[in-house]
């Protein structure tokens, strides 16, 4: 089975997380990769769904991102699956996540993995807040109400 290799646009998004949080703003950042990981990336071999932000020292890491080895490459090249990865950002950007990490119940987690037009992959990161059940359930009815006004509104 060919895979198809992706050159621009999402690789993978993570719509589990705006159901679980509510996010309040959104930045764009980099990644430190290694030429390995970035090819298992074009391939769609990543899963972003239990990402989350990290502080260490004055840098902020993205754990809990599973880049899978490519099955051609895997006795060539060795790489831990599920190491920790910098965020690229400017000293200010880094600044204002870290002061948004220490507020009471903040985290920051991946949204979208995608390769912008100019070839570099790029991960999109929302800053937000756990949901309780009452907002979860809140959400569900929301999105049922659009999907039947949208129904009613065809017909």
């Known amino acids: 089975m060919a895979r198809q290799i992706i050159k621009f646009g999402t690789v993978n998004e993570n719509r589990k997380a705006r159901f679980a949080y509510s996010i309040e703003d959104t930045i764009e950042a980099g990644i430190s ?5 970035i090819k298992s990336i074009r391939y769609g071999l990543v899963t972003i769904v239990d990402g989350f932000v990290q502080r260490r020292g004055n840098n902020l890491f993205l754990a809990g991102v599973e880049i899978q080895k490519l099955p051609t490459a895997a006795r060539i090249v060795n790489f831990d699956e599920r190491r920790q990865r910098q965020l690229l950002l400017h000293r200010n950007q880094i600044n204002r996540l870290i002061g948004k990490l220490s507020e009471k119940g903040a985290t920051i987690v991946p949204l979208k993995l995608y390769f912008n037009n100019r070839g570099k992959l790029k991960v999109l990161l929302g800053i937000g807040y756990g949901k309780n059940k009452v907002d979860k359930r809140e ?4 999105r049922e109400w659009e999907r039947n006004k949208s129904r009613i509104m065809k017909g």
């Open 33 to 37: 990769l290694t030429g390995a990981e």
């Open 139 to 142: 959400t569900i009815k929301q």
